[in-house]
């Protein structure tokens, strides 16, 4: 039963982690998206820069998003794997889990 959660969770992780990246991804691609229509708004003289301003902090905000999501994953990933490595026996050295 160990080994098999020991197998199973960095998948599911794995599979969770690329799904909020994804969605991130796509919060960050709208935001671009919205930036380039409010330029282009402006550009035809429907908008006014305080909405443009506005449209790059959302998107700078997206972004920063974004890359904390990797960091953090990425950090996960290096914890998880540390805590694989546990003692077998209690003999004080470190051996890795089976997956």
Sequence with gaps: MTTQVARAAPAACRHD???ASGR???SRELQEKKL???EKKLAAGMSSPFFVVQAQRDLS???TVEIRAIADYNKAL???EAVQQVPL???GGLSQVAR
């Design 36 to 38: 380039e229509a409010e």
């Design 17 to 19: 982690a690329a799904a």
């Design 24 to 26: 991130r991804s796509a």
């Design 78 to 80: 290096v914890d998880f």
């Design 61 to 63: 905000l997206a972004r």
């Design 89 to 91: 026996n209690g003999g």
